[in-house]
């Protein structure tokens, strides 16, 4: 039985026929940039997230750029981030003049905690970055109560649920990323701000259109980062099936935790109150090329994501000095994702630890 490491085709297949009529809609109204889609759809994800505002853009790098400095971030200040993360969480923070201070994280849940970012903390600081890692909930409301304001980078955690709400709506602003692999993704490249702070929503609205209110006059300068009419109709499709197929992600890491993979390999372990809607499952293990072997050579997907974390990528090294990280470096050496989706079966989950039950015993 092959098991691929993740499976977006499946989900999508019974929407197919109002996916293309939204295309149709959008080509029938020969509107493509910042229509009645965009708007329709910001709407609906904010009231979705539970936020007053959703800022629809091109990607989820530009979203936390421009997140960060409508949150009012610029040059001189520091902006604490995780290094177990992906790359564009950090590459996103040198554009707006601050610098990245890295942070560990707990290798248990992939996550940043409090006693990790008050190590970081400085004078200095204006923000901290808490990246919802696989889908697991940072402690953001932790991390603000030690007075720093919070960006959540949600890119790999729409449909999570934690004790406090949905991600969107738990920091002083959020960013999501539509690339098509994500919980929620569109066909192609898209991202979105949220946030309930209305002079955030307002300065994210003119930086991501040139830095104007009214494409006549120009108050700083911005960027061309929009989110297109094609891809919010067809994010518009796919929304209210979000929680659905959250709740597939949430049964399939049931499938594992009842097969007993849980005594071969180390479970990812959800934040206190979060109900994750795994966008990877990472399991980890002191030699993950072993694991690695045995479910490739049983056609079984699989890959480490974040081998090299960040701070040690070669662009980073000019803020990396002194950086201890011990939380980073062993997640980084031991983690491996293995198959994820919200239409994983049983039978797919106990496969997989049939596989390496053979395979580690
Ligand atoms: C944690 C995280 N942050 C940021 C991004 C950047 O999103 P995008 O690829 O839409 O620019 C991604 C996704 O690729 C991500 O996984």
Known sequence: MRV???????PLAPLR????AAVERVIDSAKYILGPEVSAFEEEFAAYCGAEHAVGVANGTDAITIALRAMGVGAGDE??????TFYATVEAIPPTGARPVFCDIDPDTYCITPEAVRRAL???TKAVIAVHLFGNLAPVAEIAALGVPVLEDAAQA????GQDGRPGALGKAATFSFFPSKNL???GDGGMITTSEQQVAERARILRF???RDKVSYEEIGYNSRLDELQAAILRVQLPHLDGMADGRRRAAGHYEHAGLGALVRLPAPTPGCAPAWHLYVVAHEQPDRVQAALTAAEIGCRPYYRTPVHLQAPMLQWSAGAELPGTELAARTHLAIPMSPVLAREQAERVTEVLAAALS
């Open 4 to 10: 691929p490491l993740f499976d977006t085709a499946t």
């Open 17 to 20: 026929g109002q996916l293309s």
């Open 79 to 84: 902006v604490v981030v995780p290094s177990f």
């Open 122 to 124: 400085t004078p200095r």
């Open 158 to 161: 729409a449909g999570s649920l």
């Open 185 to 187: 993704g569109c066909f």
């Open 210 to 212: 040139h830095g104007s």
